[in-house]
């Protein structure tokens, strides 16, 4: 089974300050790793995403996450909050290797960015 | 390339009816996953679906709830008998090989319950 956890369901940041949302999942086999963005009435968009290799991913939007085995994390950030960076964040996982493994999400973490 | 198209956007039901939500996944997209978003929570899995076959149906309520992918055709969530619980958004979301390399989501459907 594989779960996930968001800390912190909302996190507010100014304009231009670092941007760090926390995920820890828990998986028994070799996960994939996702971050998702959901702006008001809309649907999920996905940020970035890690399967194998460098652990450290870019995404869209001048976003980030380190994939961190040891300490089952997968935290998201970006260097410098913009006003449209306002949205909810989502961490997900699957099993890898699995072919239509189901992603499972974590409850969300609602960022606010202050001028 | 048009992305997931879910329709319709809104929906209003009373208590009682039934409701019909459809997904129409990217070309080429084979996969078809249902989520659920109640109020303040994350997406809740409920199906998972390829063409004329339900693969994985776990997140399924047991009664009430069906889905379908036909051979031709969008995939539909069909719940009968709605209650005012069943308020919520779903989302349908589709990928080519499977949710490995990530889901390409619909917009949703926001179904009330009156």
């Known amino acids: 089974a594989q779960s996930v956890t968001q800390l912190g369901s909302h996190v507010s940041v100014s304009e231009g300050a670092l941007v760090l949302l926390r995920c820890n999942y828990s998986?028994?086999?070799?996960?994939?790793l996702f971050w998702y963005v959901q702006y008001p009435n809309q649907g999920l968009q996905l940020l970035l995403k890690?399967?194998?290799?460098?652990?450290l991913v870019k995404g869209i939007n001048g976003f980030e996450a380190e994939f961190k085995k040891s300490e089952t994390s997968f935290h998201l950030t970006k260097p410098s909050a913009h006003m449209s960076d306002a949205a909810e964040y989502f961490c997900?996982?699957?099993?890898?290797?699995?072919?239509?493994?189901?992603?499972?999400f974590g409850e969300g973490t609602q960022l606010t960015v202050n001028p | 390339n048009a992305g997931v198209m879910q329709n319709p956007r809104h929906l209003v039901r009373r208590r009682g009816q039934e409701a019909r939500l459809r997904c129409s996944p990217m070309?080429?997209?084979?996969?078809v996953y249902w989520y659920r978003q109640l109020p303040e929570e994350g997406l809740k899995f409920m199906v998972y679906?390829?063409?004329?076959?339900?693969?994985?149906e776990s997140g399924m309520p047991k009664e009430r709830f069906s889905a379908e992918f036909p051979k031709e055709g969008p995939s539909i969530l069909r719940i009968q008998q709605v209650v005012r619980g069943d308020s919520a958004a779903y989302f349908c979301?589709?990928?080519?090989?499977?949710?490995?390399?990530?889901?390409?989501f619909g917009s949703g459907t926001r179904l009330t319950v009156v």
């Open positions: 979301a589709s990928s080519p090989t499977g949710a490995n390399y990530g889901y390409t």
């Open positions: 998986s028994s086999v070799p996960p994939y």
């Open positions: 890690y399967t194998t290799g460098a652990t």
């Open positions: 997900a996982v699957s099993e890898a290797e699995t072919s239509g493994s189901r992603l499972t």
């Open positions: 070309k080429g997209h084979s996969h």
């Open positions: 679906l390829q063409k004329e076959n339900i693969i994985d």
